[in-house]
């Protein structure tokens, strides 16, 4: 499985906010750049990076995002609610090894995914399916009809794609634990299933890979030091 250290940015300062009622921002660095060129230092091959300001429609940290994906030294997964063509095209020209497509867009025009499958081939595509209770929730805005994550699912593989970032959006930031079942539904659908929101603990990441998953997003448990990337990394491979 791959590891994916989440570094988001908000306001050019490396963030995390924690989804609810009342999102909580948590700030970790000033300089996200020094942040991923330190994750690559230490020995990560992938980080997963989002502009939150771009997600929740509060700004953009564009510049910010066109230095690390043009410099990253490491392979960067990118989402954060893109939805446009345009988006995705500028995303991979600057150097982003994978694109995440928002679930929302999926969920309104899954022929969207087919389409950049197509055009950039199935390695740099991914699409976000994130969820609460079963149902497909668009974060940061987006909106869709009513859909569950094995239907969504489902339409996208049939598009051609092969790897899913599934969030359980309850969980994200509570260090409680991924939604093991609720992936390894999707990943029965013969898709790639990264999962992210709640890995708190080592033996999250362990049961990660026992359940013969493509990766993990970690974020807050990284950034608050509840272990090091040269452990996450360690029990990933294990």
Known sequence: MDLFPAVDIRGGRVTHVRTGATPVPSVYGDDPAAAVARLAALG????????????????????????????????????????????????????????????????????????LVRRYGVERVAVGIDVTQGLVTPRGGEAAAPVLAGELAGRVRDEGARTVVYTDVTRDGTLTGPDISGAERLARLRLEVVVSGGVGTLADIGAVRDARLAGAIVGRALHEGRFTLAEALVCATA
């Open 44 to 115: 990560a091959r992938w980080v997963h990076l989002v502009d939150l300001d771009r997600a929740y429609g509060t700004g953009s940290n564009r510049d910010v995002v066109r230095g690390l994906l043009s410099g990253a030294g490491l392979r960067v997964q990118i989402g954060g609610s893109l939805g446009q063509e345009g988006a995705f095209d500028e995303m991979l020209a600057w150097g982003a090894a994978r694109v995440v497509v928002g679930s929302g867009v999926a969920a309104r025009d899954p022929a969207l995914v087919g389409r």
